[in-house]
């Protein structure tokens, strides 16, 4: 049951980094829950190395989350931009 939990809240966190950042996205829903659940683990190991989070256990919440699938987005487009452009 957690892991359908993460994939529920990997998708909502991803769809909300893509209202954030305005343009066009490649790949359809699974990049969508895919970036949005690298986005929490990004969110949650950046907060250990920063020592937000002490207790075992203790992980990102939505906003940090949030944050953490906006970075990947970003990087995303870029590589996946790039990409494009060469092949053109």
Avoid: C, F, Q
């Amino acid at each position: 049951m957690g892991i359908l939990w993460a994939l529920v809240i990997g998708l909502v966190v991803g769809a909300i980094a893509k209202l954030i950042m305005p343009g066009r996205d490649p790949g359809g829903i699974i990049i969508t829950m895919l970036i949005g659940i690298a986005g929490s683990l990004v969110a949650g190991l950046l907060g250990r190395a920063a020592g937000w989070y002490a207790r075992p256990g203790e992980g990102p919440g939505i906003l940090a989350s949030i944050l953490g699938a906006v970075i990947l987005l970003a990087i995303y487009r870029a590589i996946v931009g790039r990409r494009r452009i060469r092949t053109s």
